[in-house]
Structure formats: C-alpha cells, structure tokens
C-alpha cells in the first residue's frame, strides 16, 4: 500500500478576550485556548465495516495564542450527529470504546506543548452499514482549559459522492536533458455529488519545481520531491477545472525516459486504512510555498478525455538524452541430466539513465529453467523466481527492480537442467524495452548476445529447431508488457490523493509494476524434468 498523506484545511478559530478585565484582576491572554488543523469536509468511502476498525482521523491540538504550553486541556469527541451515516471508536487519552459503542467520548490530554505532537491516536470512524451515498453528518471537538472559554472544530463527514479523475496526457517527446517545461493539469467531478474544494499532489523522482506556489506544500520524500497544493473551489458534477499558470518541472540531465504523474484528491478521510497524516501544518518534512498562490479556472473539456476511475494522469517523458545498454551471458556448462546455474548481465554504459528495460532469456533447446515451487525455504528461495517470468515455452523475462544509471551492471541468475545435449544449440540474451517508454540507444550491435551451451556426457542428438539469432534490429516488444500503463494496484486506492505517483524516470511505473506482479504472481510451475511451467495468471501493474 502506497504511503498516503492527511490533507485538510486548517480551522483558525479565534475567541475573543471575553469580559473586560477588572482593574486589581491579573492580565488574560488573548486567543484561544487550542489550536486545531482538522478537514472542513470528510469523504468517506461507503465500505461496511472496516476489517481494521475504521478510518484514523488524525488530530494535532497545539497551545492556542502563541503559548509554549497549556496546561489541563480536556477534548470533547461528539458524533452524535452522525447518527445513520458513520460511527467512531477511540482509545488512549479517550478510552478504549469499541465502534459504535458510543457516540460522545470526553479525553483527558493534559499539558499540549507548541511544536510536539501531542495527536491523541484516538479517533477512528466508519461508515455504518445501509449508508447513503452523499450523506452526511457533523464530528464537533470541544477542547477546554482553565481560565479559557472553550473551542469548537467541526468537520463535515460525507459518504462518498464526489469521483474527481485526472485528464488523458500525451506522452512528451524530445525535451533536452536540463530543460523545463511548463504543464496544465485538468481534473474533473465525475460523481453525483459536488466536490466541497480538491487537492492536487506531486511527487517526482529528480524533480525540481521552479515555482513555490503559496497554497502548495513542499518536502522531500526519499529520491523524490514531494508537493501537494489545495484548492477552495466547489467542483460540480461533471464539470473540470484546469490550473491557470502552467506548473513547472525541470527535466534531470541524465533522464532518458520516464513518467509524471498527477492525481486530484478529496479533503480528509481517504479509506484506505488511515487519513493522510502532515496536513496539520507541523510535519517539519513540509513547508509552505512562499509564492503566488496557483489559481483555478474551468474548462469545457469533454468527458472521454478523463481517466478512468482511479487512474492517474500520466505525463510520459521521452528525452533526447541517449543511453548505451549491453548484455553478456555466461555460458552454460555441465552434464547432461544434471542441473547448472549461469549469469546474465545487464549493463547501462550512459550516459542517460533509463527505465522500463528487462533481458529476455530465450533457453537453448535441450535445457530447461529448474523451477521450485514452492521453495523448500522461503527466506532463501532462488533470487530470481522474484525477478523474472515465464512468457513462452523457453522464453523468460527478468525486471531489475530500479532504474539503471550510467555505469550500473544489474545481473540475474537462473538454474537450468540440461537433458539432451542438443549439438550446437544456442540461445539468446536480449535487452527489451517497455515500447512506451523507449531507450533511445543507438547502439543496437551490443543489444543482444548468442548464449552458449558447453553440455558434457551422453551423445549430442540433432536440432529440431533453428537457432535464435542476435541482430542489432530494434528491440522486439517485451511480451509481458501489455495492457494499460496505469493498472490497478493494491496502493493504488492510494490514492485518492496522491498524485504523481513515481516520477520523472521514477521506475517506469507501467512496465515495472507489471513486470513486479508478474514475477511475484507468476512464480513458473515445475511440470515435468524441463521443469517448464506456465505463469500462474495475467501480467499486472
């Protein structure tokens, strides 16, 4: 499951001094007791009972009025309001409630400190069985302090109801290594209900954004810059809305190809396990951006150049850089009728860095890929039933898990059993690429190798079949490359918010995805002394 992040708006709910204070009285702060950054408006996915016990909704109360602490703060929890729509639990500071037990819980926080996560872990919520689509209700936090009036948060709890989904992109073709473009995401409302505001979320791996727009978040995230911007604008069933100023993204200097995703995402509760946590405005990987704020406007755009749902919008980069890819396969060696283990290798000589490139291994004749299925020990089963995938009666595709930068060798291992020892028999090694997201190597000549079969013992029987040969043609499709290039993940439901998912020469989000599935799914099956077997189900993201 993709990591996803807690958005909302922040509530400023500011209290006035209250009476005048008497003239021999001790001076009073000015503001409110507590702080609260909570989701105006909540969707929440209409899922029956949640097997994990509902949905978090984080919550991250700071002292009020610029104090460094406040001290005997007491939270009152109130969902009585939804009563036929969703129901809570809690925990910790709010006491152990089962869901549904109750609908009012009173929690002891003590003493809040300013910049400290004082966030009770203490409020889960789901919606109850028979939940209408697009109703809603009201959560009410009442926090309390001595000598404080109280202060009241609401959040806006929805069923569902609003489906925004990002527009069709054309891929990008020839962009310098180094240079920036400039691009206009379009979101659209394809539910039945309006969207009460929508975020739009970034990450791209060797990203750079030139433009820190104010109502955008910033930070980074492992390789990968991470943004996320929001929006007040109501978006009603079926209309779209486009950013006004282009976003702009800088092209790594080494990219040959990738992908730049973006994705449009509902305030609060996401359902898928948690809400996204950071929105509070206290997560110090996060800074506001300190420039214009990026503005909305509607489109007329027709519906058939949307995604479908939960699809992200897809930006694929194609560049000028170029990239230099070389194979080498070890020989095969040993008897017949005993089983021998051989290398392949993968070699990108730059100077770009590329995704989306795979060896195909077509076996010589006589040979068969040994298979164990499953291991006799799960931590130490062979690397490879991991990484590669059976496509055709001899035939395997093996995935490195990352991108290749310049200089990076990536090498498989695959166990054969040699049971005839076929004379001259050969095999071949070939670098493959995802068509969509092409090398662009113009060296071809090194692209593939002959793999060599040195069998010993018994007596060498005749081909039955010719030989593959290596040519310095374009690369043939990879076989395990079909389908769409956005599939449905178990992250993906990440998503209602996150947008961008892998980026910029992230790891080839199409191929690699479904080559990872395929060699986790697909494990071969050992039917006979070959130990051929056949993939065990469909090519997925």
Known sequence: ???????????????????????????????????????????????????????????????????????????????????????????????????????????????????????????????VPGARLGSHGTIRYTFSAPGA??????????????????????????????????????????????????????????????????????????????????????????????????????????????????????????????????????????????GPELKVRPVDTPADAFTDKFALGEVRLHTSQTSDLQVRADAIEGTTGSTTKATFHLRNAGPGRISGTSLRITVPEGLGVVALTPPPDPDDELEWEWECSRIDERVYICSPDNPLEPGDTWETTLEFRIDRKVRGARGLLEAVHDPERPANDPKKSNDSVSIEVRATGGSSVEPTEPNPKSASAPNPKPASATGDSEGKDDSLPLVMAVVLGTVLGGGALAFALRARAARRKAVPEPTGPTGHGETSGPNEN
């Open 1 to 127: 499951m993709y990591r996803i992040r807690r958005l909302g708006a922040a509530l400023a709910v500011l209290l006035g001094a209250g009476a005048l204070l008497a003239p021999a009285g001790p001076a009073q702060a000015v503001g409110p007791a507590v702080e609260l950054n909570v989701p105006k408006t909540a969707y929440l996915p209409k899922r029956e009972t949640s097997p994990t016990g509902g949905v978090r909704l984080w919550l991250a109360p700071q002292p009020g009025a610029g104090r460094a602490t406040q001290s005997d703060v007491t939270l009152k929890v109130d969902a009585s309001d939804l009563d036929g729509v969703a129901r809570i639990r809690t925990r910790r500071e709010c006491g152990d409630h089962a869901m549904g037990a109750t609908d009012v819980v009173d929690c002891a926080l003590g003493t809040l400190t300013r910049g400290k996560d004082n966030y009770p872990d203490a409020v889960y919520i789901e919606a």
């Open 149 to 290: 009036e109280d202060v009241v948060f609401e959040t806006d709890v929805r069923i569902e109801g609003p489906d925004l989904r990002p527009r069709k992109e054309k891929p990008r073709e020839g962009d310098a290594p180094g240079a920036s473009f400039g691009f206009k995401p379009q979101i659209r409302n394809a539910g039945v209900f309006p969207a009460q505001g929508f975020g739009l979320s970034v990450r791209g791996s060797r990203v750079t954004f030139a433009t820190q727009y104010s109502n955008c978040r910033y930070g980074p995230e492992g390789t990968s810059t991470f943004a996320d911007c929001w929006f007040d604008q109501r978006v009603e069933p079926g209309q779209a809305y486009e950013v006004v100023e282009p976003i702009s993204v800088a092209v790594p200097d080494t990219m040959v190809n990738g992908g730049f995703h973006y994705k449009p995402y509902l305030q609060g509760m996401t359902g898928n396990a948690e809400e996204y946590p950071g929105a509070t405005g206290t997560d110090p990987g996060l800074r506001p951006g300190t």
